[in-house]
């Protein structure tokens, strides 16, 4: 432990800390998402290993102060490897009492509370459902509570900029961030290089919010309030360079490296809908990276369009969430038809119908598997974290092209908008994606079949306009080989079987299922998506303690690994925690006549680790 001494000789303790996990929250319009975002830059930027939790309200516009339009952002960093945004909170900042109300319960007891002191008016605290006001009664009395009347400190930092009160009051968050900045030892450098670079056309905006993040740094350097304050050193990760992302931005780099990885174009076809509509936003920005995007009229002209980008020979992508993929089923099937590569991403959010859009759920699985007419097999894979979207992506387009199939991508809510520290990869390692489309014929080269297959069941990528290659398209079914309109009732069941072992045949191609721990024991926890870091995290604490458990997170959900089957049955207990009511364990029991336990939960958060860790104590007895 180290101090610090102020100009007024108050002793300041600097006291070391392995990891910490903040939480800011407050009103949809006070700028949490920001403070969360340039907190986790800053952690990352120290050399953290950092998860970060944006949580936003549902309601696009709900009235100020309810607890409807609460929005926070969790930011988990360490001086060592972590893989979720933290379970309890450490330092809460809430700036009324609405955020306060719907927040609290996940501050650990004797954890930092601090409070804008001006927001609790009898006004706001009866929108947040208080009938005292808790910094004046004995409610917070577990926490150690820092009260403080931001809002005020705040105008008086931006006096004389010829600001009017809601320009002034909109800097309440940069002063929220210099306080917690000071009291984890985080610079104010980097923000103070993203305001002059964001607010630059206003330089009356940029002088404000420099001088309210300084003054909350200030704040907390001088008050005698604050008696200590917390470090937490760099974390020990492999050797590279990183940067910040979040999922939703890992994907879109990991798709136009995909592109460029194949010498392909990248269209993208999208109809907005949260929360992938900034894989959109960011594919946007990148037309020099010959990134073509599409915003549809709705989710079916969206994949029509992709599909078409796909005909013609480029790569072809499209996005949504559940909603959207209800309406691109029959497209889906046509793509399937004519087995053509496509990337389909699902970010999947809380369901059914528009459901919770701003919140976190795995419930797609099943569509995706099985949500078309007829037999109408698809691959899936799914994202583990922000980061691993990068790879995902990567590795969908090798697939598609490979077999030459639709591919659907699952992320979720919490994978899209929550970020990690993401190593930068050499380019130079990063295999090509060999694609190849067959070339020009004249009368005395035999007649082009369409639907020839190779080896592994791939039919040949024909680009339009290429001379004596003209063959048919369409949903209704082709003869095997000239691709011809056949309607016979051999034929359809021929190639239906033959589409089928197509996408199975994918399972000899992909790595096996590796699985963290002995390989064979007491209990296997199976996990998919977002739940890897709460599950590897929490067998990581149990094996730490001589329990006899293991984790195999799976990325091939259709088909699954070759070795999966034989690896679940070297186990006693089999527990599949996810974020929906049983998807992934029905799959498990129908193909590996497992009896596989749930840990099931859809409440638009993620788990906690200890909640999977008391399921599989539970289940060891």
Same mark, same amino acid.
């Given at each position: 432990m180290s101090t610090t001494t102020d100009e007024n000789a108050v002793v300041k303790e600097v006291q070391p800390l392995e990891e910490a996990t903040v939480r800011f929250c407050g009103d949809s319009g006070d700028g949490m998402q920001l403070a969360g975002t340039q907190f986790s830059n800053t952690s990352a930027l120290a050399g953290n290993d950092i998860a970060t939790f944006p949580d936003f309200p549902a309601e696009i516009r709900a009235p100020r102060g309810t607890l409807a339009g609460v929005s926070g952002f969790q930011i988990h960093f360490a001086s060592h490897d972590i893989y979720t945004p933290g379970e309890t909170v450490d330092a809460l900042v809430a700036m009324n009492p609405a955020a306060l109300k719907?927040?609290?319960?996940?501050?650990?007891?004797?954890?930092?509370?601090?409070?804008?002191?001006d927001a609790f008016d009898k006004k706001a605290l009866g929108q947040a459902g208080y009938e005292s006001n808790p910094i004046e009664d004995d409610s917070l009395s577990g926490y150690q509570v820092f009260s403080m009347p931001m809002t005020s400190m705040t105008r008086g930092a931006v006096d004389g900029l010829?600001?009017?009160?809601k320009e002034s009051d909109r800097c309440r968050n940069f002063f929220a961030m210099g306080l917690v900045f000071w009291l984890f030892g985080r610079s104010m450098d980097p923000t103070l290089r993203f305001i002059d670079a964001k607010f630059s056309?206003?330089?009356?905006?940029? !002088? $404000?919010?420099?001088?309210?993040l300084k003054a909350g740094y200030n704040f907390g350097e001088t008050t005698d309030a604050f008696r200590s304050s917390y470090t937490v050193e760099k974390a020990k990760l492999p050797a590279g360079t990183y940067r910040n992302m979040t999922g939703n931005q890992a994907l879109a780099w990991g798709l136009m490296t995909a592109a460029k990885l194949s010498g392909k174009k990248l269209f993208l076809g999208s109809y907005p809908i949260t929360p992938a509509s900034d894989i959109l936003h960011e594919l946007s920005k990148y037309k020099n990276f010959d990134v073509l995007t599409f915003q549809a009229e709705d989710e079916i002209a969206a994949i029509?369009? @992709?599909? *078409? @980008? @796909?005909?013609? *020979?480029?790569? @072809?992508?499209?996005?949504?969430s559940g909603p959207g993929m209800a309406l691109k089923g029959e497209a889906m099937g046509l793509a399937m038809m004519l087995e053509?590569?496509?990337?389909?991403?699902?970010?999947?959010?809380?369901?059914?119908s528009t459901g919770l859009p701003t919140k976190t759920e795995? $419930?797609?699985?099943?569509?995706?598997?099985?949500?078309?007419? *007829? !037999?109408?097999?698809?691959?899936?894979?799914a994202a583990s974290s922000p980061a691993d979207c990068f790879d995902v992506a990567i590795e969908a387009w090798r697939l598609a092209t490979r077999f030459m199939t639709p591919i659907v991508v699952l992320t979720d809510g919490y994978i899209a908008n929550g970020s990690e520290p993401w190593r930068i990869p050499n380019v130079a390692d990063l295999p090509k994606i060999r694609v190849t489309h067959p070339g020009p014929r004249d009368e005395n080269d035999p007649p082009f079949l369409p639907y020839q297959?190779?080896? !592994?069941?791939?039919?040949?990528?024909?680009?339009p306009g290429t001379p004596g290659l003209m063959h048919r398209v369409g949903g209704l079914e082709k003869q095997d080989g000239t691709g011809n309109v056949s309607y016979d009732p051999h034929n359809h069941h021929h190639m239906c079987v033959t589409r089928a072992q197509k996408v199975a045949n994918i399972a000899d191609v992909v790595p096996a299922q590796e699985v963290m721990g002995a390989e064979s024991g007491k209990v296997l926890v199976v996990s998919w998506g977002g739940t890897y870091g709460a599950c590897r995290t929490a067998v990581a604490r149990l094996q730490a303690q001589g329990k006899s458990v293991s984790h195999a997170h799976v990325r091939y959900m259709n088909p699954f690994p070759k070795n999966l089957g034989?690896?679940?049955?070297?186990?006693?207990k089999v527990l599949v925690p996810e974020l929906n009511l049983g998807q992934m364990r029905l799959l498990l029991r129908s193909k590996y006549l497992v009896d596989a336990v749930g840990l099931n939960k859809v409440q638009g958060k993620p788990f906690t680790t200890t909640e999977i860790a008391e399921k599989i104590e539970s289940l060891l007895g």
């Amino acid at each position: 432990m180290s101090t610090t001494t102020d100009e007024n000789a108050v002793v300041k303790e600097v006291q070391p800390l392995e990891e910490a996990t903040v939480r800011f929250c407050g009103d949809s319009g006070d700028g949490m998402q920001l403070a969360g975002t340039q907190f986790s830059n800053t952690s990352a930027l120290a050399g953290n290993d950092i998860a970060t939790f944006p949580d936003f309200p549902a309601e696009i516009r709900a009235p100020r102060g309810t607890l409807a339009g609460v929005s926070g952002f969790q930011i988990h960093f360490a001086s060592h490897d972590i893989y979720t945004p933290g379970e309890t909170v450490d330092a809460l900042v809430a700036m009324n009492p609405a955020a306060l109300k719907t927040n609290l319960a996940d501050l650990k007891s004797n954890g930092v509370l601090i409070l804008n002191s001006d927001a609790f008016d009898k006004k706001a605290l009866g929108q947040a459902g208080y009938e005292s006001n808790p910094i004046e009664d004995d409610s917070l009395s577990g926490y150690q509570v820092f009260s403080m009347p931001m809002t005020s400190m705040t105008r008086g930092a931006v006096d004389g900029l010829d600001l009017s009160v809601k320009e002034s009051d909109r800097c309440r968050n940069f002063f929220a961030m210099g306080l917690v900045f000071w009291l984890f030892g985080r610079s104010m450098d980097p923000t103070l290089r993203f305001i002059d670079a964001k607010f630059s056309k206003v330089p009356s905006i940029a !002088e $404000a919010n420099r001088r309210a993040l300084k003054a909350g740094y200030n704040f907390g350097e001088t008050t005698d309030a604050f008696r200590s304050s917390y470090t937490v050193e760099k974390a020990k990760l492999p050797a590279g360079t990183y940067r910040n992302m979040t999922g939703n931005q890992a994907l879109a780099w990991g798709l136009m490296t995909a592109a460029k990885l194949s010498g392909k174009k990248l269209f993208l076809g999208s109809y907005p809908i949260t929360p992938a509509s900034d894989i959109l936003h960011e594919l946007s920005k990148y037309k020099n990276f010959d990134v073509l995007t599409f915003q549809a009229e709705d989710e079916i002209a969206a994949i029509c369009s @992709a599909i *078409g @980008a @796909a005909y013609g *020979g480029e790569m @072809a992508l499209t996005t949504t969430s559940g909603p959207g993929m209800a309406l691109k089923g029959e497209a889906m099937g046509l793509a399937m038809m004519l087995e053509l590569p496509l990337v389909i991403v699902d970010v999947q959010r809380g369901g059914p119908s528009t459901g919770l859009p701003t919140k976190t759920e795995q $419930a797609d699985l099943l569509q995706v598997m099985f949500g078309r007419n *007829g !037999e109408s097999p698809i691959p899936v894979i799914a994202a583990s974290s922000p980061a691993d979207c990068f790879d995902v992506a990567i590795e969908a387009w090798r697939l598609a092209t490979r077999f030459m199939t639709p591919i659907v991508v699952l992320t979720d809510g919490y994978i899209a908008n929550g970020s990690e520290p993401w190593r930068i990869p050499n380019v130079a390692d990063l295999p090509k994606i060999r694609v190849t489309h067959p070339g020009p014929r004249d009368e005395n080269d035999p007649p082009f079949l369409p639907y020839q297959r190779n080896e !592994e069941l791939a039919r040949p990528w024909a680009v339009p306009g290429t001379p004596g290659l003209m063959h048919r398209v369409g949903g209704l079914e082709k003869q095997d080989g000239t691709g011809n309109v056949s309607y016979d009732p051999h034929n359809h069941h021929h190639m239906c079987v033959t589409r089928a072992q197509k996408v199975a045949n994918i399972a000899d191609v992909v790595p096996a299922q590796e699985v963290m721990g002995a390989e064979s024991g007491k209990v296997l926890v199976v996990s998919w998506g977002g739940t890897y870091g709460a599950c590897r995290t929490a067998v990581a604490r149990l094996q730490a303690q001589g329990k006899s458990v293991s984790h195999a997170h799976v990325r091939y959900m259709n088909p699954f690994p070759k070795n999966l089957g034989q690896l679940i049955s070297q186990f006693d207990k089999v527990l599949v925690p996810e974020l929906n009511l049983g998807q992934m364990r029905l799959l498990l029991r129908s193909k590996y006549l497992v009896d596989a336990v749930g840990l099931n939960k859809v409440q638009g958060k993620p788990f906690t680790t200890t909640e999977i860790a008391e399921k599989i104590e539970s289940l060891l007895g």
